[in-house]
């Protein structure tokens, strides 16, 4: 469109609107100068031309131009615009001053204009915009032909040219989005990082591809839009790693949408379960067991999230796991020595993979181990042997010996002699038994044997040490040597409180032997921790021991009606926080009289002040101190020496 053209006349247009068609989902507007749109039929004589875009030179657009040649009635050329399949054609419309119109339907033979299905307008000199009734065609398009007998392009030329111009069209095909794999085809339940693949496609184009997982965006592709052709936006593929975990748990909505051209949106749903909890295992069962007691079993229990447990794989003492269905399973274990129980758990969801959720593994050990015994006891010889140092006469009889004489040997006879020596000779006891031989009893005098004897309980005096011993070994009477005894100690004041004293080495035949402190009543343990083949064990023995009480009084020659101080200590540790009962005596009359309870504490000291009454005569009192038994003081009963005071008027 040349400036001259456009200065010789201004008209004025309005917009055009079209409304979509029953048919159509959407409006799109082709806004073009013709390139990649149109498409022309030349004829002999009329020539069509396209220089796009404008101004690239004049005339620019699309053209059809009049040649110097004459041609007949009926011929024409054409510059035409086919909608694709998926479009209808509402309307046309040409800016103004983007149209020049020149020798057509002046009445010189040339007539020309627009048309499409169902209709079409002509043109006229100076027309320089056009907009169409609404239509509903599958093509527009303008021409130039000839109206007479022939036409002349030389002396009657004619020129038609759009530089620009605006198809609105509707969709009839709405856009479609396809997957085929990754998240969208999932089945079952899933969890982890799944690949989330779709594409889309319109008539007009996909510009926008996005996902909306439970309820978060994911923004995907987009595409430019270009107006100047009928496909106006290609988006890329959505292609996208889900990191499930971060979109919620159990039934979650997955949503692909796209967006074309035309603003009509397509979208589809599918509801995906997701489980990305960690499962959980514990093991349960016995930790150490007796060779004695067969075979052991295990149980491994596990728990999961909403996909539930789909199984649990258990390896033993290294071997190759082995599966087991379900949330729980049964594992035997037998044979002598320490096993180790390894299991982990797995759930039913699964990663793009294919990998379930795995519990972290969970390790028990089960010791089946030889029973063992470890005795204690205090051992004393009985019936020992009478022994007595005695003299007496022996004769050594002639011998030939070496002797060295200036660093020779010299061999000399020594004559046989007598000589008195010392020795210890030693007889048992005997004793009288009754005995039957072939059924008839006889009187014969019996040796008694030495032999040891042994008890769990041993008397002791106090403040004396004494030495404890045992025997270690299995049950099938196997001694084990060479092992470690730990002996413990407990005052027997029901608070078992025991320590380690003492740490025995077994012999070789499994006996061993320790000494231990002199103390209070005493529960004694020997504790064998067992190894990894034998079974712990502990025997228990007691040693009782009795309370020393020491009395002090002051003064021991007194008169009627005088008083004396009664002082005192119990010796030894092991006190009851409440402190310790003392009863004090007095003798006369041929018993004992108690006159007084009083109580020991902290380091077992006690006092008290005696008041006699008055009287006359001479007489002398014997005073005592005594303990009481009671189950917190670990010593037995036990008095003081008596402490005689005398009385004088």
Partial sequence: MTTAVAA????????????????????????????????????????????????????????????????????????????????????????????????????????????????????????????????????????????????????????????????????????????????????????????????????????????????????????????????????????????????????????????????????????????????????????????????????????????????????????????????SAVIPVQGLGVHAVTCSSADNARDAAGNAGWSAPSTSSLSIRQPSISSIAFSHLVNALHCARVRTRVRIPARVITVHVNGQPVRVRVPAQTRTIKLVRCHPRYVTRRVRIHGHWRTERVPLLPHTASATTKHIRFGSATTVSGWLGTTQGVAL??????????????????????????????????RLPAGPSRIIEADYDGSTTVEPSSGRARVIAPASVRLSIQPRHVRWGQKITLTGRLRGDSLPPSGETVILSVHFGGRAHDFAHVTATGDGRFRYVYTFLPGNGFAAYPFSAETVRESDYPYTPSSSHEIVVHVTP
């Fill in 481 to 514: 040597g060479g092992q470690a005894v730990g002996i413990r100690t407990a005052p027997d004041d029901g608070r078992q409180h025991f320590h380690q004293v003492a740490v025995a080495t077994t012999a070789a035949n499994g006996s061993w032997s320790a």
């Fill in 8 to 327: 010789l006349v201004a008209v004025t247009t309005v917009a055009a609107t079209w409304s979509a068609s029953a048919l159509g989902a959407g409006l799109l507007t082709v806004s073009t100068c013709g390139a990649g749109v149109f498409s022309h039929a030349a004829a002999f004589g009329i020539n069509t031309t396209m220089l796009c875009p404008p101004g690239t030179s004049i005339p620019p657009g699309l053209t059809i131009l009049t040649g110097p040649n004459t041609v007949p009635a009926g011929r024409r050329a054409t510059w035409q615009a086919n909608a694709p399949a998926g479009f209808s054609i509402l309307g046309v419309s040409i800016p103004p001053n983007d149209m020049y119109s020149n020798g057509v339907n002046d009445g010189r033979g040339w007539g020309g204009g627009f048309y499409w299905a169902g209709g079409g307008a002509q043109t006229h000199y100076l027309v320089t915009s056009y907009i169409s009734p609404p239509m509903n065609s599958s093509y527009f398009g303008f021409q130039i032909v000839c109206g007479l007998a022939t036409c002349n392009g030389s002396t009657s030329p004619a020129q038609l040219t759009v530089e620009s111009i605006n198809l609105a069209a509707t969709e009839t095909q709405g856009p479609v989005l396809w997957t085929t794999s990754g998240l969208w085809a999932a089945r079952g339940w899933v969890r982890g990082n799944w690949p989330l693949v779709f594409a889309g496609n319109s008539p007009s184009g996909i510009c926008r591809l996005y996902a909306v997982f439970n309820t978060s965006l994911l923004v995907g592709p987009t595409s430019p839009q270009d107006p100047s052709v009928w496909h106006q936006c290609a988006a890329p593929a959505f292609s996208q790693t889900v990191s499930t975990g971060a979109y919620g748990q159990g039934a979650v909505p997955l949503t692909i949408s796209g967006l074309d051209a035309a603003g009509v949106p397509a979208s589809d749903t599918t509801t995906l379960s997701v489980d990305n909890s960690i499962p959980s295992i514990a093991l349960s069962g016995p930790q150490d067991a007796p060779t004695t007691a067969g075979v052991q079993y295990l149980t491994a229990t596990a728990t999961a999230g909403p996909s539930g447990v789909a199984g649990i794989s258990c390896s033993l003492d290294g071997a190759p796991a082995q599966w087991h269905a379900g949330a």
